[in-house]
């Protein structure tokens, strides 16, 4: 059985709006650290946003302002909400979950991963 499973992408056009959503099954989320990654074709994988066992975030510099990740503690969800979204944001996305932990984290922390979702942008 799937740990981390991964809802929300799809296509749309520059401008719109996403909202990523990734059901965890092993972790209680609000123990856990937990981030969103994407590669795109012919790219390495990135970290887009984490946050960490006290809610702290951080985000690349390419999605700051338009990108916000979350925990819904109520649904033990990590949810992405997307917005402005550019033709460079096409890539697969991951959800990805460890342990507790305090501040930023190499993506090697991270013992789980979803199977992935499509965000396609066009222009």
């Known amino acids: 059985q799937a740990q981390l499973v991964e809802f929300g992408g799809g296509s749309v056009q520059a401008g719109g709006s996403l909202r990523l959503s990734c059901v965890v099954r092993?972790?209680?989320?609000?123990?856990?650290?937990m981030g969103w990654f994407r590669q795109a074709p012919g790219k390495e994988r990135e970290v887009v946003a984490d946050i960490d066992t006290g809610d702290e975030t951080r985000y690349a510099d390419s999605v700051k302002g338009r990108f916000t990740i979350s925990k819904d503690n109520a649904k033990n969800t990590l949810d992405l909400q997307m917005n402005s979204l550019k033709p460079e944001d096409t890539a697969m996305y991951y959800c990805?979950?460890?342990?507790?932990?305090?501040?930023?984290?190499?993506?090697?922390?991270?013992?789980?991963w979803g199977q992935g979702t499509q965000v396609t942008v066009s222009s």
């Open positions: 990805a979950a460890g342990g507790a932990c305090a501040g930023p984290v190499a993506s090697t922390f991270y013992n789980d």
């Open positions: 092993k972790y209680f989320i609000d123990r856990a650290c």
